[in-house]
């Protein structure tokens, strides 16, 4: 055993932490998996992939269940990153409506939308639509503290709110591997 080479040695050691690391994953993702009472969006205004005319003054997004109405955040995001949602979402029923500013120039525009499932969870997505008239590019910009609201901390748009717990338990594992790996390296 002891005359194996260091690179012999430390391939069980990853391979154990490799087996802890998926048993913790799953431990997390199952039950999230199991809980499938989330609310799911079944259709928006303007529809997914479609081109209007003109802006509506305002987007709704319908759910399968009346979200909670505390929490929710939709932006409306043109090509150049601004975000001309304005105000609070509203949630009426099974819509959440968003309000846009006045003035967006003719283009692609993303959704992202956050809101708070009715079993609790927050769910999040984006979905896109082209409007075909609009404002001169740059006529009218929507202000500073509506393209960057920064009383959220969100992690990065599209990734569901589970990554950074997760990520941060496999850092700690990661972490704790290392130091096992280095002690037995040390004693051999
Ligand atoms: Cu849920």
Avoid: C
């Avoid at 002891?2 to 994953?25: K, Y």
């Amino acid at each position: 055993m002891n005359q194996d080479t260091t690179g012999r040695l430390r391939r069980p050691t990853t391979s154990r932490a490799g087996a802890v690391l998926a048993a913790v994953l799953l431990a997390l993702l199952v039950p999230i998996g199991a809980a499938s009472a989330h609310d799911t969006l079944v259709s928006t205004d303007p529809a997914t992939g479609s081109t209007v005319q003109e802006m509506p003054q305002k987007i709704g997004l319908t759910y399968d269940n009346i979200p909670i109405a505390m929490g929710s955040e939709i932006r409306v995001v043109d090509a150049d990153g601004n975000n001309w949602a304005q105000g609070a979402p509203k949630v009426t029923n099974r819509v959440v409506g968003q309000k846009v500013q006045p003035g967006t120039p003719a283009g692609t525009y993303t959704v992202q939308w956050r809101v708070v499932s009715s079993d609790g969870h927050p769910i999040q997505g984006t979905f896109t639509f082209t409007t075909e008239t609009g404002a001169e590019p740059g006529a009218a910009t929507p202000s500073a503290a509506d393209a960057a609201p920064a009383q959220h901390t969100d992690p990065a748009p599209g990734l569901p709110p589970w990554v950074i717990p997760v990520g941060v338990a496999v850092l700690i594992l990661i972490g704790a591997g290392g130091v096992i790996a280095w002690r037995r390296l040390g004693t051999d």
